[in-house]
Structures are given as C-alpha cells and as structure tokens.
C-alpha cells in the first residue's frame, strides 16, 4: 500500500532565504507526482506535475525533482517571500490508479 | 478558463437532510473525483469516476453516493448526513486518454453537520 510522507510538519523562515520541502513515497510504481499549494481553508492549486520517466521540473522560483528509485521528490523554492507562506502538499498516482494519494503536507511560514 | 467548479462552497445542514454537493468541469475530463480532507487525516478518496455512467469507491465511500450522468458533472450526494461528514470537500478531475493527466481540484466545500 503506497505511504506518502512529507517532512519537514512545519518551516519557518525569514524571506529571501531558499528553502526544500521534502516528499517520500513507499512504492516506487508511480505514473506521476504532483506538487500542490493550499491556503487556509482554500482549494488546491497544482505547482507542478513530474511524469514518472522525468527527472525534474521547474515553474518560475519552483523546481521540483523526482528520483523514482529511491522514492523521494524534492520541492526547491527560491528567494522566498511571505506570499509562499502556504501548505505544501505532494501527491503521487500509481501506476494502475487515478487516485492520488497524498501526503500530510507542510505548512510554510515566509516571515518579512 | 478551464475549471473545476463545486457549489455551494460552505453548508450547514441537520443531521438526515439529504444533500447534494455539485461539481462541474469544462475541459472534458473523463476522469472525476471526491475527496474529503480532515485535519490529522489529509485527503482521501470518496468515490471516483472513469466516464459516464462508470463509477466506482474510493477509499471511504460510506455514507455517500455518486452519479455521473454526463460527463461534465459528479454530484456527491450525503442521503442521511452525520456529524463524521462534517468535512472539507474536494472535487478533481483530469484527462484519461491522452496528456499529462494532471489532476485539477476545486475549490472546496466547506460542511458541516449538526
């Protein structure tokens, strides 16, 4: 059964700094990974999405990467500012499914 | 612009008054989806949706009902609604056939039952 943890709960830092939100899956059988952003009590909202035969993608300050065989994504954000203060989800498809299995999440906060 | 739209957004409703939650995309999406999200819990799986007429349990389909009649709307329907329904509620939907096949989410409706 596909286990999707995310570390750190939570982060904390001044604006500015670049910082790396962590993803780990169970089941290395994925189709695809998607990265999401929620605010409090709000919808989410799909950073990036990384096929399973890619190795990374990048979105403006984003940069996610996937190493498959290892069952790890990383999420990369640049110069952060206090507009990144959010939840970060990942999410991860199998192979045979459509349904996403999600982590915990990490709750950012970007301090000015 | 593309979307996945649920209504209402927030509802407060008794328990046994039967409810529906509505969700709507407009890029011809076969594939449709709920979710619930709980604090301590994250987001699982309800009941999802690979066409019309083709639905089937996801991961905690009790209490709820689906139906896809046409291929751009999923209602998800609480017949008798308890106070373990009270949640916050994702549509999501996406592409089976071809692209990328990445999953777009609603905004959320907010429930609770008394």
């Known amino acids: 059964k596909q286990e999707v943890t995310q570390i750190p709960a939570a982060l904390s830092v001044p604006e500015g700094e670049n910082l790396v939100l962590n993803c780990s899956f169970t089941d290395s059988a994925i189709y695809n990974l998607q990265w999401f952003r929620q605010d409090p009590g709000k919808g989410l909202t799909s950073l990036l999405l990384?096929?399973?035969?890619?190795r990374e993608q990048t979105s403006g300050r984003l940069n996610a990467s996937l190493d498959k065989s290892s069952g790890r994504s990383t999420l990369y954000i640049a110069a952060s500012q206090p507009g990144d203060s959010a939840t970060y989800l990942c999410a991860v498809r199998g192979d045979s499914s459509y349904k996403l299995i999600f982590g915990s999440g990490t709750r950012l906060l970007v301090r000015p | 612009e593309a979307q996945v739209t649920q209504n209402p957004r927030y509802l407060i409703t008794v328990t046994g008054k039967k409810l529906t939650v509505t969700c709507s995309q407009n890029m011809n999406h076969e594939y449709m989806s709920w979710y619930r999200q709980d604090p301590g819990l994250g987001l699982r799986q309800i009941y999802y949706?690979?066409?019309?007429?083709?639905?089937d349990k996801g991961d905690v389909p009790e209490g709820y009902k689906v139906s896809r009649k046409e291929k751009r709307n999923f209602p998800l329907i609480l017949e008798s609604p308890s106070p373990n329904q009270t949640s916050l509620y994702f549509c999501?939907?996406?592409?089976?056939?071809?692209?990328?096949?990445?999953?777009?989410f609603g905004p959320g409706t907010r429930l609770t039952v008394l």
């Open positions: 999501a939907s996406s592409l089976i056939r071809q692209g990328k096949r990445e999953q777009f």
């Open positions: 949706s690979m066409n019309v007429e083709v639905t």
């Open positions: 990384i096929q399973s035969s890619q």
